[in-house]
């Protein structure tokens, strides 16, 4: 999703942006181009180079606020990916003031900066910096398109993740549930946007002690990846191993097993049976084979770990 927002920020700009000087536009859409190309090269400095000379420019046109709003959104994508998270910041709070002066508090485009900065507060773990902006976010989305629109289910997600991610699964719960009831009443029961919320939602039953609402969602969530074309592998791994969880404190070692046996699979095709990293699976997969009684198969995949390990 984030290599896209140079190409859209820039599309904006184009569309928005005020009269120019005949020289001056030509040469900062130049900038702009050259930055988005750098950027989707994985050339994130050449990209902040191009942004952040973009930017100057921008500052130097008479009808430019729109071109500045879009070079400042860029520049703050680029230099987040260089682990410049400061910096980023400021850029993103200088777009929002800038976009809310120049058409409103209430803009829709103000939903997208917003959810930007909030993902960049959560990978700082600054879950109260993250939430007003998300819960901010939600209500200029719903304002727009209404409470039960796809378009509003993309903010109640993001806020439906972090209460998940602060462990707040009851609040969690009830935001996955509704991102669920949209989709689904838009797109389908079976519909592949499903998968995600489905499996958080299953996530968090599951640490509230709910377990069978947990199985029945993850199970909804299971059956959806199932269908072609096939799915990001870790999604197929985040609901497989939730399943597992549910399964072994149900005492049901038996699916369990089963849907761990998966789990290795799926990470070795990922990972390669030479990745050290690929010994922690098969060591979950031995516990759980010797609490299935399946003794001679645990000591085999417990031998491959540990082979694993001191490989060179």
């Known amino acids: 999703m984030i290599r896209l927002l140079p190409i859209l920020a820039f599309a904006a700009a ?10 001056q536009a030509p040469q900062w859409e130049d900038l702009a181009i050259a ?31 729109q071109r500045r709003i879009n070079s400042n959104l860029n520049l703050a994508v680029a230099v987040q990916a260089l682990g410049r998270l400061d910096e ?45 902006l998300l819960r901010r976010a939600l ?27 602060e462990q707040r699964y009851r609040e969690a719960v009830v935001q996955f549930d ?22 958080s939602a299953g996530i ?16 909804r969530a299971l059956a959806i990846w199932r269908t072609e074309p096939p799915p990001p592998p870790a999604e197929l791994i985040r609901v ?30 990922m990972v390669g049976l030479g990745d050290p990293a690929f010994a922690a699976e098969l060591d979950e997969y031995a516990e759980l084979l010797r609490l299935a009684g399946e003794g001679a198969m645990a000591d085999e995949q417990a031998a491959r770990a540990a082979a694993l390990r001191v490989a060179p």
């Open 240 to 269: 497989l191993e939730a399943l597992v969880g549910v399964y072994v404190r149900t005492g049901r070692v038996g699916e369990a097993v089963e849907h761990e046996a998966e789990v290795v699979q799926v990470k070795m095709l």
């Open 139 to 165: 209500s200029v989305r719903e304002d727009a398109a209404g409470p039960d629109h796809p378009y509003t289910a993309l903010a109640v997600e993001e806020l439906a993740n972090l209460l998940l991610a």
């Open 14 to 23: 184009v569309a928005a942006a005020g009269a120019v000087t005949r020289a």
């Open 35 to 65: 930055g988005v190309d750098a950027y989707n090269r994985g050339d994130y400095e050449t990209a902040a180079e191009r942004f952040r000379l973009a930017l100057a420019l921008a500052q130097t046109l008479e009808e430019g606020v």
């Open 178 to 199: 509704r991102v669920v009831r949209i989709r689904a009443a838009a797109y389908g029961l079976g519909h592949r946007s499903l998968g995600r919320p489905l499996t």
């Open 204 to 219: 968090a039953y599951a640490a509230l002690d709910r377990g069978d609402e947990a199985e029945a969602v993850l199970n």
């Open 88 to 132: 980023a910041e400021a850029l993103y709070l200088q777009a929002i003031r800038l976009q809310e002066t120049a058409h409103g508090a209430a803009d829709p485009a103000l939903a997208d900066m917003l959810s930007r900065l909030a993902r960049l507060y959560s990978l700082q773990e600054n879950w109260a910096g993250a939430e007003p």
